[in-house]
């Protein structure tokens, strides 16, 4: 399984930024969805944003404008810049390898779903 870990977490105030970095442990087999979610105590996790295999991009309401997720193929790196951080984007940030269905008939199978452990993101006023 392909295994994630998250940096550049910390301590910041707000209207600063920060940028996160997601390393994977090797290639995936699969050209598959990436995604950066976000949770706080006694919340569930809230998806902050997505990539697409070929760099299409999505993201929540609260963070249009202000965050850009990429990613770079030849290092297996996902990154979120985060901008004008605020308050409420006090939380732990975990990156995601988004499962893909295995074309019928491959002689391959793609990877499962795949977590980070976490980065901290804590944004003081």
């Known amino acids: 399984q392909v295994r994630l870990v998250e940096s550049g977490g910390g301590l910041v105030q707000a209207g600063d930024s920060l940028r996160l970095s997601c390393a994977a442990s090797?290639?995936?087999?699969?050209?598959?969805?990436m995604a950066w979610y976000r949770q706080v105590p006694g919340k569930g996790r809230e998806l902050v944003a997505t990539?697409?295999?070929?760099?299409?991009?999505n993201y929540a309401e609260s963070v249009k404008g202000r965050f850009t997720i990429s990613r770079d193929y030849a290092k297996n790196m996902l990154y979120l810049q985060m901008n004008s951080l605020k308050l409420e984007d006090t939380a732990v940030y975990y990156c995601?390898?988004?499962?893909?269905?295995?074309?019928?008939?491959?002689?391959?199978?793609?990877?499962?779903?795949?977590w980070g452990q976490g980065t901290q993101v804590t944004v003081a006023s």
């Open positions: 995601k390898l988004e499962p893909r269905p295995t074309p019928l008939g491959a002689t391959y199978v793609c990877d499962p779903a795949a």
């Open positions: 090797r290639d995936t087999i699969c050209i598959s969805d």
């Open positions: 990539i697409t295999g070929d760099g299409a991009t």
